[in-house]
């Protein structure tokens, strides 16, 4: 059976919980396939990419994620409605997501390993500051 947008009941938090450990483990999941890919006697840096556009982006990125979240925070705290917030919540999350996925793009093109840590930071700062039960 399929909930309808104008359904008058909440999204679990275990839902959401799973929403969260899925989103979680797609990037964790992509920096260990980067991981070993990058470990492959056979495996160069891609000798085309220039590096400096390709960070620029990955700055671009981190700003609109880092923007974007506390914006969401922001949001968030004053929708008293639980079933609007979970598209902020969702949304929020897959910013950090995207940080995260750029970071381990870059490890897999460059061996790099920084950038895709630094991805992850900006996941769990989401985790954090967009909780499930809003405990914060």
């Known amino acids: 059976m399929t909930r309808s947008a104008n359904d008058p009941r909440p999204v679990s938090p275990a839902t959401l919980a799973t929403i969260r450990l899925a989103i979680l483990l797609g990037a964790l999941a992509f920096g260990g396939v980067a991981r070993y890919l990058v470990r492959q006697p056979d ?25 974007g979240i506390l914006l969401l925070r922001s949001r968030l705290g004053r929708e008293p409605d639980p079933r609007r917030r979970v598209p902020l919540l969702v949304a929020g999350w897959a910013l950090g997501e995207t940080a995260a996925l750029w970071g381990g793009v870059y490890y897999l093109l460059t061996g790099d390993p920084q950038r895709y840590f630094t991805g992850l930071l900006f996941l769990g700062v989401a985790f954090l500051l967009l909780p499930v039960r809003g405990e914060r």
């Open 43 to 67: 495996w160069t840096p891609s000798a085309g990419l220039d590096h400096t556009v390709f960070l620029y982006a990955g700055l671009g990125i981190w700003s609109v994620a880092a923007v």
